[in-house]
């Protein structure tokens, strides 16, 4: 079956501009994150929705960064005013949540965001 | 709060054996690891959720303490294929996020 889908998969912007991520996750997984990753460092984890609501947004690095998502499937990352530190690739994972918590995540291929 | 992960590299040798030791400050209610290859994305390994359980995966397995608040990957007899960087995750309390480790670099040289 299709897996996690995200688009657009590089993305150059200017400083300032802003841009929008898409992450598409595979049919039927109620949970959706958004991670983080810098070049050569770990997965810094932004924002989680199970079904359409985002519990905590306290990962979120700015209050240029919003994400939402609809109809309980696919979900929009925005990043406002982008600034330089903004660049990195942004991957988006899915799962199931089953009654003893997250289960395995499945990423999709990432967006990478390179503000100039 | 991100759980600390040693060694932050290990270079191997095909055949070799290694360990990965992942361990938290918080109490661990489940631990997940994954392997992400140079320039792709993160693929799921396995997950422990009991103290004390072991999980496998080829020549790959898990075991997780709860008391000790840490887990160890094994890897048995390394291949090439092996080669990328391991995170292990877990959960934060009420499961309204997920934390990841800083990684370590696993390289399997021929």
């Known amino acids: 079956g299709a897996g996690v889908s995200q688009s657009p998969s590089n993305k150059v912007t200017e400083k300032g501009k802003d841009v929008e991520l898409r992450c598409d996750p595979i049919?039927?997984?109620?949970?959706l994150y958004w991670y983080r990753q810098s070049l050569g460092q770990g997965l810094e984890f932004l924002i989680y929705f199970q079904g359409n609501s985002a519990p905590d947004k306290s990962g979120l690095p700015s209050d240029r960064f919003s994400a939402e998502r609809t109809g309980g499937s696919v979900s929009t990352l925005t990043i406002q005013r982008t600034q330089q530190e903004d660049s990195a690739v942004y991957l988006c994972?899915?799962?199931?949540?089953?009654?003893?918590?997250?289960?395995?995540?499945?990423f999709g291929p990432g967006t990478r965001l390179t503000v100039t | 709060q991100q759980p600390v992960q040693s060694p932050q590299a290990v270079i191997l040798r095909e055949g070799e054996d290694a360990v990965i030791n992942c361990s938290s400050s918080k109490a661990l209610y489940s631990v997940h690891w994954y392997r992400q290859k140079h320039g792709e994305a993160p693929v799921f390994l396995m997950i422990?959720?009991?103290?004390?359980e072991q999980k496998g995966h080829d020549k790959i397995s898990a075991s997780f303490n709860e008391k000790k608040q840490q887990s160890s990957l094994y890897l048995t007899a390394s291949q090439l294929s092996y080669s990328g960087t391991y995170f292990c995750?877990?959960?934060?309390?009420?499961?309204?996020?997920?934390?990841f480790g800083p990684g370590t670099r696993l390289s399997v040289l021929p």
């Open positions: 422990l959720l009991k103290g004390g």
């Open positions: 049919s039927g997984h109620t949970a």
């Open positions: 995750g877990t959960p934060g309390l009420g499961g309204q996020n997920f934390v």
């Open positions: 994972a899915s799962s199931y949540r089953s009654g003893r918590g997250p289960s395995e995540q499945y």
